[in-house]
């Protein structure tokens, strides 16, 4: 035999004087060839044994061998080799065992081939060096590979993987599974199963990624599939199952820290839940996440939940969306907010690979009960929602489509000492189709929609009117809107000493808001108890530039009420709004005015771009029933103007005098008749800030009929009396008494008088 083996290459000695042993025991027969146990060492390093037998049967071989070769030492034999190849893997450090079978079994002949099964085993491996930033150990596992040609049919060739496992010092990683048609197109089913430790992978990390990580990652994913399926984007029909969960999470990044005791996920492809979006499914779970940010922001989520429905991505985009937390809470530096439970819903639909039509979107987010504070402010929620959808316009596909749905059943909000709101239920609806090219916020996003909004409370401090607080309180408010009009179904306020319901329609928003035109309204105002004060407090001035309101040395804004009781020579005149063409059909059951009061006030009221018109108003007073259509203008605070034609059924004659002061001077006389009368008057003048009349502008005339009137005691009792004949001493009564007065400039002249 051959004791010994010298081999050599032009590189060097490949061996020298490795011993060698050879044993071949060999019987053939009757056309069958027998090795039994054939055997061949080398070295120590090698020890390869052969039998089994070959027969001729017809044309073809018949075969039945296998090949063992055992405990080859990787360690050992990579020693052994010589110089000039050690150079080569001298960065290596490699150990373990290598055991191999191979065995051949079935015939061999033109177009057929055995079956060849080929096993490997590897025990106690390790493996290191410079590229692999990790040692690697415990390197072992089981690979069985075959392949077999049967006659008229193309080769098969297919592997299993028994429990390949490795591990590095903090890590572990083991996968199972098998592969078929491996000349073919391939098809394999594996399983993958792990435990890693963060703090090992963030080691890896380069310098310049300053990640901190603590805590275990661990799972199984099983996966199978064709290879064809996998090259060519055709995932939905791969199949996987993947569970994984990360333990006592901790990550740092610069100044942001999460943490969390645990969240799992798992991976389903396709979806084996019934849902529109059949590709995949994904769902996760975690208990108690935090994350904070330097000393500033901290947030911490509760137990929560999710799930994920997809499409496959390179086809079509579309997800569905189910998530829950428990809790939620908030704090950055003096703002916090707490949140008992949210969840949010939504869908997503997009072709792949259109960059130009607006994806399809709806989002729900409901939180179940909100609290925030952000001192002196705060806000208390229940059961708030917003839903948000988003698509194309069809007329234009680039341009987004927004819809915005806003509810909640209770909202206390505070925003400073004793400034509250408080709202009971709340719906608001709004699609936007959105035009990026206008400037103004509103013409840009084109609502239309509607609003309905329930018990509403509202105090300011800082609203006065007459010195005084106004809360505001909104039973109902009801509305319908596009971007042209607002339909007011109802709505309901009670601000200050008014309570008022609105209905109707304000039109012309459009070009209102390009300050084209108008804007224009009819409305219906019903009252029972209506402050004409304070309602004329709160409009003044709009619609003026502050250079309108500051004449003169006047305040700029317009504090003072019109008809306040205490006059200053600074106190601004009520301003009749501009920029609206406003009219209201007006029934009031009582309206205050200055120190007086109106009752079953009807008629309409019109604002027209800085003029105000009474139309045919009927009302009482405490003095008279009267008829009243009057028009006023302020075009600038101290240069007013006002036309009027009133018509007072039954007045006193004192009262009339107090009404209009003026008639006592223009006729003295009135002050010595007592008792009733019908009073007309139509006249115009100009007026100052203060009301006061500008007499080289006055144009009317005035009548006055009155019936079993007394002559009393005054200033022309004398004069009266000598010319009727009247003693002092009695009650001197005059059956009927009409006179006309026509004003001009500053003179009054009597027309006639019987």
Same mark, same amino acid.
């Given at each position: ?32 060839? @027998? ?32 090949? @063992? ?203 084996? #839940? ?41 086809? #079509? ?313 009057? &028009? ?14 009133? #018509? ?14 003026? &008639?006592?001077?223009? &006729? ?84 006639? &008088?019987?």
């Amino acid at each position: 035999g051959i004791e010994a083996i010298n081999l050599t290459t032009s590189a060097g000695p490949l061996a020298t004087e490795w011993p060698l042993s050879l044993k071949v025991p060999f019987k053939a027969e009757a056309g069958m060839a @027998t090795l039994d146990k054939a055997t061949l060492s080398v070295a120590d390093l090698i020890e390869l044994a052969v039998e089994g037998t070959l027969g001729k049967d017809g044309e073809a071989i018949d075969t039945d061998l296998s090949l @063992t070769l055992s405990e080859l030492d990787i360690e050992n034999t990579l020693a052994a080799l010589p110089a000039s190849f050690r150079e080569l893997v001298k960065d290596i450090d490699a150990a373990g065992v290598i055991g191999i079978e191979v065995t051949a079994k079935g015939k061999l002949a033109e177009g057929e081939l055995p079956q060849v099964t080929a096993t490997i085993n590897l025990a106690d491996g390790s493996l290191r060096h410079p590229a692999i930033p990790l040692p690697i150990n415990n390197i072992g596992g089981t690979l069985t590979a075959t392949a077999q040609q049967r006659a008229g049919e193309e080769m098969t060739a297919s592997a299993i993987i028994d429990a390949l496992s490795l591990s590095t010092p903090k890590s572990t990683a083991t996968i199972a599974g098998r592969a078929d048609n491996l000349l073919g197109d391939p098809t394999a089913d594996i399983t993958l199963t792990t435990k890693v430790s963060l703090p090992e992978v963030a080691g890896l990390l380069p310098d310049t990624l300053p990640l901190a990580a603590e805590g275990v990652l661990s799972g199984t994913i099983k996966a199978a599939g064709r290879l064809s399926d996998l090259t060519a984007g055709a995932y939905e029909k791969l199949r996987v199952d993947g569970n994984l969960a990360f333990t006592d999470l901790s990550l740092h990044y610069d100044t942001l820290h999460v943490a969390t005791q645990s969240i799992t996920t798992h991976l389903a492809l396709p979806n084996p #839940h019934p849902a529109e979006n059949t590709f995949a499914h994904i769902s996760l779970g975690w208990e108690e996440l935090a994350a904070f940010a330097g000393n500033s922001l901290q947030a911490r989520l509760q137990s929560g939940s999710g799930d994920v429905d997809l499409t496959n991505p390179l086809e #079509h985009i579309g997800a569905n969306l189910a998530l829950t937390i428990d809790g939620l809470q908030g704090a950055m530096e003096e703002y916090k907010a707490d949140i008992s439970r949210a969840t949010l819903t939504g869908q997503f639909d997009h072709t792949a690979g259109d960059t130009l039509t607006i994806p399809t979107l709806t989002a729900r987010l409901q939180l179940d009960k909100v609290n925030a504070d952000a001192s002196p402010m705060a806000l208390e929620g229940d059961n708030l929602g917003v839903t948000v959808a988003m698509r194309a316009d069809p007329d234009e596909p680039t341009r987004p489509v927004v819809t915005l749905h806003y509810d909640n059943s209770a909202l206390n909000a505070t925003l400073g000492p004793d400034h509250t709101a408080t709202l009971g239920d709340v719906e608001m609806l709004a699609t936007m189709i959105i035009h990026n090219e206008e400037e103004n916020p509103l013409l840009r996003f084109n609502p239309t929609g509607k609003v309905s909004i329930h018990n509403v409370n509202y105090n300011n401090p800082t609203l006065l009117v007459e010195g005084e607080p106004m809360p505001v309180e909104v039973p109902e408010i009801s509305l319908t809107f596009t971007p042209e009009r607002f339909d007011i179904v109802d709505s309901r306020v009670v601000a200050g000493r008014s309570d008022f319901r609105l209905e109707g329609v304000l039109d012309n928003l459009t070009s209102f808001l390009r300050k084209e035109e108008l804007l224009q309204g009819r409305l219906k105002f019903s009252s029972q108890q209506t402050d004409i004060n304070q309602l004329m407090a709160l409009t003044s001035g709009i619609g003026y530039s502050e250079e309108e309101l500051a004449e003169d040395k006047a305040l700029a804004a317009h504090a003072a009420p019109p008809l306040a009781d205490e006059e200053s020579e600074e106190a601004m005149p009520f301003m009749v709004p501009k920029g609206v063409s406003l009219r209201l059909d007006v029934d009031i059951a009582d309206a205050l005015i200055g120190n007086d009061s109106a009752r079953g006030v009807k008629g309409s009221v019109s604002v027209e771009d800085g003029t105000l018109v009474l139309d045919d108003l009927h009302f009482t007073t405490s003095a008279t029933e009267m008829h009243l259509t009057a &028009m006023y203008q302020s075009p600038r605070p101290n240069h007013l103007f006002v036309g009027l034609d009133c #018509h007072m059924l039954d007045i006193e004659i004192g009262n009339l005098l107090n009404l209009f002061p003026e &008639m006592g001077d223009m &006729m003295p006389m009135l002050r010595s008749f007592g008792g009733g009368g019908e009073f007309h008057i139509a006249a115009e003048t100009n007026l100052d800030r203060n009301y006061n009349l500008k007499p080289s502008t006055i144009r009317g005339a005035a009548s006055l009929r009155g019936e079993d009137l007394v002559l009393m005691d005054g200033e022309t009792f004398t004069e009266i009396s000598r010319l009727l004949r009247f003693n002092k001493r009695t009650e001197n009564k005059i059956d009927s008494l009409s006179a006309e007065i026509i004003l001009q400039n500053t003179l009054d002249r009597l027309k006639n &008088m019987n």
